[in-house]
């Protein structure tokens, strides 16, 4: 009983200290979403050009989703007319180049790993488009679309259907100001939240049984401390092997890295573990729904090889530049609560967050919340609509 009590404790420690940055995260992704209008991707994306999955990083930044999300609106913007490489650079973008996890990066972990995040993310989708122009057949290309065609659900559905973007014309701050634009930031705020909310909670769950239960002595062991050369060949390696096997993606890896960055995983490692949210096992089962088998395991060993890839390319060149924290200041968060910035930040934020849940829901939010893990076709037919949001994709 004190082994879970002590488990529960860290696992609530750590969520005080990230809460009010994850509802700032989230605020401001949604401000950014409000304004950005999803109907206009697809045709953007279109060829495998850099400049074009240049474009396709930056609309994936600014449309922030959980894994599960990012993946079904990739699926739909392929079925749309995207290019297929285009739109796993949009999907990688838009989970790993967001705000909301740079801001729990460095505060859990210090600035070094955000700045290793926004380092690593475009060398990996560098490094895919390189593996997709040199091993991604045609063939492959049609089957895969033939599968995507299908519509097949997989999970968050309906909410990566969504456009909750502001209609109305006008300049950024008078559409953002506007009645119609506190309604758009409300929805995608509450709907990002509703979207990462059981993966968070499961992280973070893992993440404190995890620090209580596994002694040093195994982390020490298994990501070879006490050998530098070897740690830092085999973090990048194992990483995403270890996030494969979490369940866990999206910010809710981030509580598990803190404690894999404790327990002697290099800082390649880590960056490699994060990335590896979209490799999670229910994820490549999404894949297998759509888009085949065989174009399944291509994403595998593809995303595999950039997330090593990127992780080795951080580990060099952070290395290089004197830039990686000493290992030895790593902690996990175990106080409670106490009177610090930390908790009047938290109110503050605490209370913006019930402002934007009462706009959520005097405003259409109960049948959105209905909505986001319906069917994809049924979502872009209706349902994905609600009062206040714009069309759905």
Known sequence: MDAVLHALEITGAMTWEITWALILGFLLSAVVQAVVHRETVARALGDDRPRTLALASGLGMASSSCSYAAVALARSLFRKGADFTAAMAFEIASTNLVVELGVILALLMGWQFTAAEFTGGPIMIVVLAVLFRRFLRAPMVREAREHADRGAAGSME???????????????????????????????????WAAILRDLVLGLLIAGAVAAWVPDSFWEAFFFTGHPVAAKVWGPLIGPVVAVASFVCSIGNVPLAVVLWKGGISFGGVVSFIFADLLILPILNIYRKYYGRRTTLFLLGTFYLAMVAAGYAVEIVFGALGLIPDQADATVPSEGVRWDYTTWLNILFLLLAAVLLVRFFRTGGAGMLRAMGGAPDAARHGHGTVPGAGPSV
């Open 158 to 192: 309906g909410h990566a259907a969504m456009d909750m973007g502001v209609r109305r014309g006008g300049g950024f701050l008078r559409r953002l100001a506007s009645p119609e634009g506190f309604t758009s930031v409300s929805h995608v705020f509450v709907m990002e």
